[in-house]
């Protein structure tokens, strides 16, 4: 009997090599998972993953990030463009480095979506404690700063030996596979343990394909669900990101042209079905559409495919309110599926839909049910095109760059946003027009992930346009992958709007009594509040200052004209804009159902006073279900 044959590498060598060779297979279509990796480099890493990653270049790319939560950002982005098929990892060092890891996690767990993150750690010999930036923790000799990572991480673990490497990684690689269970994965990774050699099995390194399951709807399951859609009088369907990642859109087409029942989508799901299908009533929620709102309210039967029902999806408890309503829930979690005391549909979206479709053959809701939510998608699309209206020579709204963008974009295009006021104007004005051009992450709504997320998608998408939407708010968080952008050639399209603040918590501050406290961009005032002028920022002279070419607009002709030449630039391109923020001609469209946001139960202050008053009108009309 011969030893099975080894290869001497280190640590880090072995995982750049193992990760290169692992693959993902989903309907027949093979791509590789781990398709690059992102890093800052310091102490920590840059003599183990470093010289990995300079030993291997022919297998794994590299991209130079400026800052760790960017380049996790990056990750996610390009992630969710691959349907969750492929993959980045992202390497820090020890300290600082990893911390600032924690929030890019938070948001890719959040949301289902797959990113590696490799973090430098302190030694696991414990020859140099405390090494710099090592957190000394007295009553635990095993801590370090990486323990952050693990709330946030689906799967955690720390290398302390080359051996634990081998099940660790196929570990790292089950859970970003998983459609389940997929998140962040951290595998950190001590730096006297990356430069450690050790004689590897050479299988470990062998191709391996991981099939993407779409499992199968058990078969009572299908039969109780369709049994509840054909005695429903008003359906709705809630369409969330479960589609987008199962690729659903068409079975979801389908079921809804066969059937009749309308379509509401949550911001992940956005894009389900394309915004001029008959069935689609548009988003869903605090943030939605009145048509679907009313729909909402009056249904009998909601129908959830890969929805976690969140707050602003079922206006905090408050808009499912028909005394007989009832949920079914088609969700490949199970956890998410049970949500709402719903029968479950446990599988994949679109072969559960796909089979829903085929046992409703024949059944379509009443023909005055279509009748009434398509008038009432008419008169919504009315007020969009009111919102949108705008003379040449005016300054723009906020509504009104959008309608400019949504003047000149083509189906290729793709649309990058994730907080402020955006994401709520997005979800109720914004006309999709193919299923992954809505890219709107708002599970997490973190400030700052517009622009990184953007090159992800780019990467992901390189023949396609995409723009980053971003307020001045989220602008300032965050532009450093502008860097990132210039020196790769990475065409990301850019929208600064300014508007002197936090718009979006400022109308909030107002509405619950907090008099928009602390959200304005302005000078400190006499009496010691924010009130003096608006501060002079230029941040289209921030992102020139970055090599970034920037084109000023100030009136909504100059505006179209910006974003036409944007769009047809071959590198990353800025348009600013300062918007109009008088309410009496923003042209908004204020929200069309509740969100919880517990008010002060007492105060001195009249506008927290009323706004109590308020919240407590609200807050009774809260539904839950048994």
């Given at each position: 009997?011969?030893?099975?044959?080894?290869v001497?590498?280190?640590?880090?060598?072995?995982?750049?090599?193992?990760?290169s060779?692992?693959?993902?297979?989903?309907?027949?279509?093979?791509?590789?998972?781990?398709?690059?990796?992102w890093?800052?480099?310091?102490?920590?890493?840059?003599?183990?993953?470093g010289?990995?990653?300079?030993?291997?270049?022919?297998?794994?790319?590299?991209?130079?990030?400026?800052?760790?939560?960017?380049?996790?950002?990056?990750?996610?982005?390009?992630?969710?463009?691959?349907?969750?098929?492929?993959?980045?990892?992202?390497?820090?060092?020890?300290?600082?480095?990893?911390?600032?890891?924690?929030?890019?996690?938070a948001?890719?767990?959040?949301?289902?979506?797959?990113?590696?993150?490799?973090?430098?750690d302190?030694?696991?010999?414990?020859?140099?404690?405390?090494?710099?930036?090592?957190?000394?923790?007295?009553f635990?000799?095993?801590?370090?700063?990486?323990?952050?990572?693990?709330?946030?991480?689906?799967?955690?673990?720390?290398?302390?030996?080359?051996?634990?490497?081998?099940p660790?990684?196929?570990?790292?690689?089950?859970?970003?596979?998983?459609?389940?269970?997929?998140?962040?994965?951290?595998?950190?990774?001590?730096?006297?343990?990356?430069?450690?050699?050790?004689?590897?099995?050479?299988?470990?390194?062998?191709?391996?394909?991981?099939?993407?399951?779409?499992?199968?709807?058990?078969?009572?399951?299908?039969?109780?669900?369709?049994?509840?859609?054909?005695?429903?009088?008003?359906?709705?369907?809630?369409?969330g990101?479960?589609?987008?990642?199962?690729a659903?859109?068409?079975?979801?087409?389908?079921?809804?042209?066969?059937?009749?029942?309308?379509?509401?989508?949550?911001?992940?799901?956005?894009?389900?079905?394309?915004?001029?299908?008959?069935?689609?009533?548009?988003?869903?929620?605090?943030?939605?559409?009145?048509?679907?709102d009313?729909?909402?309210?009056?249904?009998?039967?909601?129908?959830?495919v890969?929805?976690?029902?969140?707050?602003?999806?079922?206006?905090?408890?408050?808009?499912?309110?028909?005394?007989?309503?009832?949920?079914?829930?088609?969700?490949?979690?199970?956890?998410?599926?049970?949500?709402?005391?719903?029968?479950?549909?446990?599988?994949?979206?679109?072969e559960?839909?796909?089979?829903?479709?085929?046992l409703?053959?024949?059944?379509?809701?009443?023909?005055?049910?279509?009748?009434?939510?398509?008038?009432?998608?008419?008169?919504?699309?009315?007020?969009?095109?009111?919102?949108?209206?705008?003379?040449?020579?005016?300054?723009?709204?906020?509504?009104?760059?959008?309608?400019?963008?949504?003047?000149?974009?083509?189906?290729?295009d793709?649309?990058?946003?994730?907080?402020?006021?955006?994401?709520?104007?997005?979800?109720?004005?914004?006309?999709?027009?193919?299923?992954?051009?809505?890219?709107?992450?708002?599970?997490?709504?973190?400030?700052?992930?517009?622009?990184?997320?953007?090159?992800?998608?780019?990467?992901?998408?390189?023949g396609?346009?995409?723009?980053?939407?971003?307020?001045?708010?989220?602008?300032?968080?965050?532009?450093?992958?502008?860097?990132?952008?210039?020196?790769?050639?990475?065409?990301i399209?850019?929208?600064?709007?300014?508007?002197?603040?936090?718009?979006?918590?400022?109308?909030?501050?107002?509405?619950?009594?907090?008099?928009?406290?602390?959200?304005?961009?302005?000078?400190?005032?006499?009496d010691?509040?924010?009130?003096?002028?608006?501060?002079?920022v230029?941040?289209?002279?921030?992102?020139?200052?970055?090599?970034?070419?920037?084109?000023?607009?100030?009136?909504?002709?100059?505006?179209?004209?910006?974003?036409?030449?944007?769009?047809?630039?071959?590198?990353?391109t800025?348009?600013?804009?300062e918007?109009?923020?008088?309410?009496?001609?923003?042209?908004?469209?204020?929200?069309?159902?509740?969100?919880?946001?517990?008010?002060?139960?007492?105060?001195?202050?009249?506008?927290?006073?009323?706004?109590?008053?308020?919240?407590?009108?609200?807050?009774?009309?809260?539904?839950?279900?048994?």
């Amino acid at each position: 009997m011969t030893d099975a044959p080894t290869v001497r590498l280190t640590v880090a060598q072995a995982l750049i090599r193992f990760l290169s060779r692992q693959y993902t297979e989903r309907d027949g279509v093979r791509q590789r998972l781990v398709a690059a990796t992102w890093g800052i480099f310091g102490h920590g890493n840059v003599a183990g993953i470093g010289q990995a990653l300079v030993e291997h270049a022919d297998e794994m790319p590299f991209h130079q990030g400026r800052n760790e939560q960017a380049m996790v950002h990056a990750a996610v982005g390009y992630a969710r463009q691959c349907e969750r098929l492929s993959v980045h990892a992202v390497t820090t060092s020890i300290g600082p480095g990893a911390t600032n890891l924690v929030t890019g996690a938070a948001l890719a767990t959040v949301n289902h979506l797959p990113v590696l993150l490799l973090p430098g750690d302190t030694f696991a010999t414990r020859r140099a404690d405390p090494v710099l930036q090592q957190l000394e923790v007295p009553f635990a000799g095993d801590v370090s700063v990486n323990d952050c990572l693990r709330p946030v991480s689906r799967y955690f673990d720390r290398i302390g030996r080359p051996e634990a490497l081998v099940p660790a990684a196929l570990e790292a690689v089950r859970v970003l596979t998983d459609p389940a269970q997929t998140g962040a994965v951290t595998l950190a990774l001590p730096q006297d343990v990356q430069a450690e050699a050790y004689d590897w099995p050479a299988e470990f390194f062998a191709t391996r394909v991981w099939r993407i399951r779409r499992p199968v709807p058990d078969a009572g399951e299908l039969a109780d669900a369709a049994q509840a859609v054909r005695a429903a009088r008003r359906p709705l369907l809630v369409a969330g990101g479960g589609v987008r990642h199962s690729a659903a859109q068409g079975a979801l087409r389908d079921f809804a042209t066969r059937t009749g029942v309308p379509v509401a989508s949550t911001q992940a799901g956005k894009g389900a079905l394309p915004h001029d299908h008959p069935a689609d009533v548009g988003g869903i929620g605090h943030t939605g559409t009145a048509t679907a709102d009313d729909l909402a309210r009056g249904a009998d039967l909601v129908i959830g495919v890969g929805t976690r029902y969140t707050d602003f999806t079922t206006a905090s408890g408050t808009l499912f309110t028909d005394p007989g309503v009832r949920f079914v829930n088609v969700n490949i979690a199970p956890f998410d599926a049970h949500k709402q005391s719903a029968r479950t549909v446990v599988g994949d979206a679109r072969e559960a839909l796909t089979a829903l479709s085929a046992l409703l053959d024949g059944h379509r809701v009443p023909a005055a049910y279509v009748d009434a939510y398509t008038r009432a998608k008419a008169d919504w699309e009315a007020r969009v095109d009111a919102a949108y209206a705008a003379p040449d020579t005016v300054r723009p709204t906020q509504t009104q760059v959008l309608g400019a963008l949504d003047a000149l974009v083509t189906g290729d295009d793709i649309l990058v946003n994730a907080a402020g006021s955006l994401p709520g104007d997005l979800h109720k004005l914004w006309r999709t027009r193919a299923p992954d051009q809505y890219h709107v992450e708002y599970g997490y709504s973190c400030m700052g992930y517009e622009i990184p997320a953007a090159l992800g998608v780019r990467l992901a998408a390189p023949g396609r346009t995409v723009w980053a939407l971003v307020g001045d708010g989220a602008y300032l968080m965050n532009p450093t992958e502008l860097v990132t952008a210039v020196q790769e050639g990475i065409g990301i399209k850019v929208v600064i709007l300014q508007n002197h603040g936090y718009a979006s918590i400022g109308g909030l501050s107002e509405s619950v009594g907090g008099e928009r406290f602390g959200t304005a961009y302005r000078h400190r005032a006499p009496d010691g509040g924010f009130t003096g002028d608006p501060l002079p920022v230029d941040l289209a002279a921030n992102a020139a200052s970055l090599r970034v070419p920037v084109l000023r607009a100030q009136t909504v002709g100059d505006l179209r004209k910006s974003l036409a030449r944007a769009r047809a630039a071959d590198g990353p391109t800025c348009v600013y804009v300062e918007t109009e923020t008088d309410d009496t001609v923003s042209g908004a469209i204020g929200a069309q159902a509740w969100w919880d946001v517990p008010v002060a139960e007492t105060a001195s202050r009249p506008a927290a006073v009323r706004a109590h008053q308020e919240y407590v009108r609200q807050a009774a009309a809260r539904k839950r279900p048994l």
